[in-house]
């Protein structure tokens, strides 16, 4: 099965301060994901890493805010910039295929839960 | 804006029952339907997919796809207190993005 971890689990932050959030895979994989899921809800799609590429966001969300690395193709990081308690939220990355993986399937990271304060 | 609609629930089934939970979407060039668990805090976890028409059954589970009328379905069936948790149906289109679902919080009472 899918390894995929993430870096921290969680984390409380000071308004204003920054947090970079490091997804490492087990195999490598072309397209990487970044996501939000706000209590209670569900996941919002922050923006598409491939390797070697600029990352595409979705709407609502810009690079200043959320700036991602994709150095090559089993890691990424996101950060979460001049953080404000509305970006209270979970955190996940998801990839598709890799080893063992489906190639038209997301499989899941086990999210970074970040509480700002 | 394509959407994918589910009932948020609770959706409770005494143990043993057979719990129904659904998802419309609104986009009819949808292409690859899918089926994720989460627990209560952790992440979502693939548990079906399909892709054409008519019903795919994995063990308790079976998922239905209906193009036509835009819905999929999942079927648990001999329902566990450990299927308990927030079940979110995702959509893919021709782009390739995934669109999930608000998800339906099932509770299966023992």
């Known amino acids: 099965s899918a390894v995929i971890s993430q870096k921290p689990s969680r984390d409380i932050c000071q308004r204003g301060t920054s947090l970079t959030i490091q997804c490492q895979v087990d195999s490598q994989v072309t397209m990487m994901f970044w996501y939000r899921q706000q209590p209670g809800q569900s996941l919002t799609l922050i923006a598409t890493?491939?390797?070697?590429?600029?990352?595409?966001?979705e709407s609502g969300f810009v690079i200043d805010k959320f700036p991602i690395s994709r150095p090559n193709l089993t890691f990424s990081t996101l950060t979460v910039s001049n953080m404000s308690p509305e970006d209270s939220s979970i955190y996940l990355c998801?990839?598709?295929?890799?080893?063992?993986?489906?190639?038209?399937?997301?499989?899941f990271g086990p999210g970074t839960r970040l509480t700002v304060l | 804006q394509k959407e994918v609609e589910q009932n948020s629930g609770p959706l409770s089934v005494p143990e043993g029952a057979i719990a129904s939970l659904n998802c419309t979407y609104s986009d009819r060039g949808s292409q690859s339907f899918f089926w994720y668990r989460q627990y209560s805090g952790k992440s979502p976890e693939l548990i079906m997919f399909i892709y054409s028409n008519g019903d795919k059954e994995d063990g308790r589970f079976t998922a239905q796809l209906n193009k036509a009328s835009q819905y999929v379905s999942l079927l648990i069936r001999d329902s566990q207190p450990s299927d308990s948790a927030t079940y979110l149906c995702?959509?893919?289109?021709?782009?390739?993005?995934?669109?999930f679902g608000t998800g339906t919080r099932l509770k299966v009472l023992a």
């Open positions: 995702a959509v893919t289109s021709g782009t390739y993005k995934y669109i």
């Open positions: 998801s990839v598709e295929g890799g080893q063992g993986r489906r190639t038209d399937t997301q499989y």
């Open positions: 890493a491939n390797q070697g590429s600029e990352a595409t966001y």
